[in-house]
């Protein structure tokens, strides 16, 4: 069995598949190992390893309608984006899942994946560093809208709430519990897990309808790695990618670069989705205090669809000034500052990415299409939040901690400004997903099927972000671990539910 990928979900797999000893596994991973490195394993130093040495760094292209400046962090790194994340970690709601099973994964729903959702390994705790400036933020958001406060956000199924969010760490050590650290780290000794750390996957050799082997490329190295079957978990960035390279993906786009048709796959880098989110940025009235898990340790989901059953408006509050892109539109940098992100849960705007060249090195074109949905949607949702977000911050405790509001500023008032400035300075939460999609065999842009074999390939299946059909409504990485818990079951053979 050979894994490509040892990020969130590839470590679930090659941890749950390896405890067969009759099973061999070879884990193919880009980066470096995180074991004994506390740059990687210290949560709170997660911003530092942005844009660092661990991040592939994927520019995007110009977004005539968004923010084109923005870099998405892509960790290079045992454990993947888990291992340089913030770890916030929610259940979906079941709604989420349901959505999947509309779209075709049949063997999806939400009562099917709760199994997994009960196995993770991660420790999943409410913050516990509890920041005076968060206390008084919960307690503004509760009073300025009425949401509930929510003391454990898994606890139960919610709709809007605020609270200290729930994250995937060891508050004693501060150390995050990654999918490397929960699953793989207890079992590098097996005798049956080869993990091959700085080994770069960059083609897949085919014959028919069979994958036969891994072209990587270690340091100035190159060889193949073969197994019987094959695991993909490169993320939704690299999957595509390293399909396209290996002549899978859309026939008329592999041919105008060269690339011999393997497979004609049109879903591969179709359906490219993210959380974008944007900024209302304070300066403080007095430094903001040093106890945090990971800076942004609490959020308010608000529902403001009175028909709808799941927060349709989600916001981080960061407790440090994140200001890379109102800088960049001349904002004031404050010595003290704190923001809300506003972002839009299930955005209606969809990308999509492909190759520029048939060298592998060449980074692919990524095109989320941010804010471009005909109807307006994820734009209002920006400029609804910009506006919540001043709700909260005219309330006592929070209001007291405000000098004044540094971006948008309050000269900026109407549906129009708030749209333009909100998209102008809007961010990602850093959630690609969705480029090689599952879904029924009678769907065309599929590239897996409910069980996550790659379309016309009988050795192959996907385990990633890749392969979501819908964002889910909450930050994702529960629901990517939960992707690489099932594909363990369904490898092994041990899946009942499909
Ligand atoms: C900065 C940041 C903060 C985030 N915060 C949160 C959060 O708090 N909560 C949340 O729910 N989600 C969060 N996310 C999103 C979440 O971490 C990701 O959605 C999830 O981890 C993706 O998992 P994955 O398995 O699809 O890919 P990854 O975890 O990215 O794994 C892919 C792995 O494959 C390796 N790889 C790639 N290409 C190759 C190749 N060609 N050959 C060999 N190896 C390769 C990579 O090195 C990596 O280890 C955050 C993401 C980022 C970047």
Known sequence: MVIVGGG????????????????????????????????????????????????????????????????????KVLGGCSSHNTMISFLPPAEDFADWVAAGASGWSYDQMLPYWQRLAINIVPVRERNALA??????????????????????????????????????SGMRSSSSVAYLHQVLGRPNLTIRTDTWAYKLETDGDRVTGVHVQSGDQTEIIRGGEYVLSAGAIDTPRLLLLSGIGPAEQLTALGIDVVADVPGVGENL??????????????????????DSDAGLFVRRDPEGTRPDLMFHLYQIPFTTNTERLGYDVPMHGFGMTPNVPRPRSRGRMWLTSADPHTKPAL??????????????????????????????????????????????????????????????????AG?????????????????????GFTNVRIADASVFPAMTSVNPVVAVLMVGEKAADLIAGHDTTT
């Open 8 to 75: 969130t979900a590839g470590a679930v797999v090659a941890a749950r598949l390896s405890a067969d000893p009759g099973l061999r596994v070879c884990l193919i991973e880009g980066g470096p190992s995180d074991v004994g490195d506390p740059r990687i394993l210290q949560l709170r130093n997660w911003l530092n390893l942005l844009e660092s040495e661990f991040d592939y760094q994927y520019p995007t292209v110009p977004q005539p309608r968004g923010n084109s400046h923005i870099v998405h962090s892509r960790a």
């Open 367 to 432: 095109d989320f299409g941010y804010f471009t949905d005909p109807d307006g949607y994820d734009e209002q949702t920006i400029v609804d939040g910009l506006r919540l977000a001043r709700e909260v911050a005219a309330t006592e405790p929070f209001a007291s901690w405000i000098t004044r509001e540094i971006a948008p500023g309050p000269e900026l008032q109407t549906d129009e400004e708030l749209s333009a400035y909100g998209r102008a300075a809007h961010h990602t939460v850093y959630h690609p």
């Open 273 to 294: 989705l993210d959380h974008p989110e944007s900024l209302i940025l304070w300066e403080a009235s007095r430094p903001v205090p040093p106890e945090t898990a990971m």
């Open 135 to 172: 206390v008084d933020f919960i307690s503004s958001c509760t009073k300025a809208l009425g949401v509930p406060v929510r003391p454990d956000f898994n606890a139960q199924p919610f709709s809007d709430g605020t609270g200290f969010f729930p994250v995937a760490y060891y508050p004693d």
């Open 435 to 455: 480029t090689c999609r599952m879904g029924a065999a009678t769907d065309e842009l599929a590239v897996t099927d409910p069980e996550l074999r790659l379309r």
